[in-house]
């Protein structure tokens, strides 16, 4: 039962965790994407509908003074349709190629809000290293201060060259400009993280991050993704493409209802009806001759996104192979990391007793200390190495963060 309630109490905070981080970005960055979204869904609602030709309506007033019995003026309404109803296909394939369109920039879309997602967490996983960086310098410009005082004391009693103090000297000026570019660089990393968030990064917890299987990456990346419906609006847009140059069957009607001209109207009753219906259909093909050109351009353009879709596959399985191998290498420098812990706890004790029988000085034990706490640190700076490798995965994939 124990074992059931850590179990969900990792799941809810997992959980927690994730939707925190999917709104992470500022109000007014998620509206712009809102807004985006919006659109692509109704540029597509209209390109769906785009075979439909528009029904034009008009209403006229004509004036004449052509009639000796003075001004005559004559109204008419009109209500007019010319619409495609077959087009050897081209109206399927179109209504086809605005759902892929669509669904292509919908993917983009979640790409780069992902993308945006992952700058964000990446900034916050770089402060947190920044922070520990800046405390590791400072333990390394502790044992800079003590080897120069070391090596002072040695160059005051004339065993060492001043060539070695002078080394100590600058060694301790380097680290110490060092650990100011981290705290420019922590500031910058602020800044940056404002400008695509509006919360407190201080207060923001981080997402502990595993690798994925192989598999998982490949069904759920956005780029792939991406690439394969840009591939199938292609041959969606290749087929409407010579559709446009076969056979179109339109129909055409109108209806009229206007006042009838006194030219035709006479002195007796009249054969012509104020309200009346023209209707008929035409065969049209155009003969262009860009037709071909246009033709090929577009099975040239649906050929390179398929193409596309077998790099980008190429691609995926190449970038989770480099992430792989890059964890190994993080994991065998934490391995490194912590053997030195283990010399360095060994060292600071034997020098610490040798301190206490008079042959080394409390320095030489403090030297240790901070040595030691150098590689402690550098075990969490692989660490978030780690995460920050991870996170290149998990900002390409849906449903994770």
């Given at each position: ?186 500031l910058e990393l602020k800044q940056r993280f404002s400008l695509l968030s509006d919360k407190n990064p201080d207060k923001l917890r981080l997402p502990k991050l595993k690798m994925m299987s192989k598999k998982n990456y490949t069904q759920q990346n956005l780029e792939l993704k991406k690439d394969v419906l ?172």
């Amino acid at each position: 039962m124990k074992k059931l309630l850590v179990l969900c109490s990792l799941l809810l905070s997992s959980t927690l965790y994730a939707d925190e981080l999917n709104s992470i970005l500022s109000e007014n960055k998620e509206l712009l994407f809102d807004y985006d979204f919006k659109s692509n869904e109704l540029q597509s609602d209209i390109l769906s509908k785009s075979w439909v030709n528009p029904v034009q309506v008009r209403y006229g007033k004509d004036y004449t003074t052509r009639f000796k019995t003075g001004t005559v003026d004559t109204g008419t309404f009109s209500v007019y349709i010319d619409q495609p109803i077959f087009r050897s296909g081209g109206i399927y394939y179109a209504i086809k190629y605005s759902a892929a369109l669509r669904d292509a920039n919908e993917a983009e879309l979640k790409l780069q809000r992902r993308q945006m997602i992952g700058d964000a967490v990446s900034i916050l996983f770089n402060l947190k290293k920044n922070k520990l960086e800046q405390k590791k310098m400072r333990y390394l410009v502790k044992n800079d201060t003590i080897d120069i005082r070391q090596k002072r004391d040695s160059y005051d009693a004339g065993i060492l060259d001043s060539s070695f103090l002078d080394q100590a000297i600058l060694k301790k000026s380097q680290d110490e400009a060092i650990l100011l570019e981290f705290e420019l660089n922590y500031l910058e990393l602020k800044q940056r993280f404002s400008l695509l968030s509006d919360k407190n990064p201080d207060k923001l917890r981080l997402p502990k991050l595993k690798m994925m299987s192989k598999k998982n990456y490949t069904q759920q990346n956005l780029e792939l993704k991406k690439d394969v419906l840009r591939a199938e609006e292609s041959s969606y847009n290749a087929k409407v493409t010579v559709a446009k140059y076969l056979p179109t069957l339109s129909l055409q009607g109108q209806y009229t209802d206007g006042d009838l001209n006194p030219l035709f109207a006479g002195n007796g009753p009249s054969n012509l009806n104020e309200a009346y219906y023209n209707y008929g259909f035409s065969v049209s093909m155009p003969l262009d001759i860009n037709s071909f050109s246009d033709i090929e351009a577009a099975k040239v353009a649906k050929l390179r996104a398929a193409t596309q879709v077998l790099d980008r596959k190429d691609t995926v399985k190449e970038e989770y192979q480099w992430i792989d191998n890059s964890l190994g290498i993080l994991d065998k420098k934490i391995y490194l990391a912590r053997k030195d812990e283990k010399i360095y706890k060994n060292l600071l004790r034997l020098t610490k007793d040798l301190a206490e029988a008079g042959e080394k000085t409390s320095l030489d034990a403090d030297i240790m200390s901070n040595s030691l706490q150098v590689r402690k640190l550098d075990q969490l700076i692989y660490g978030i190495d780690k995460q920050l490798k991870l996170l290149k995965l998990y900002i390409r994939v849906e449903n994770v963060l």
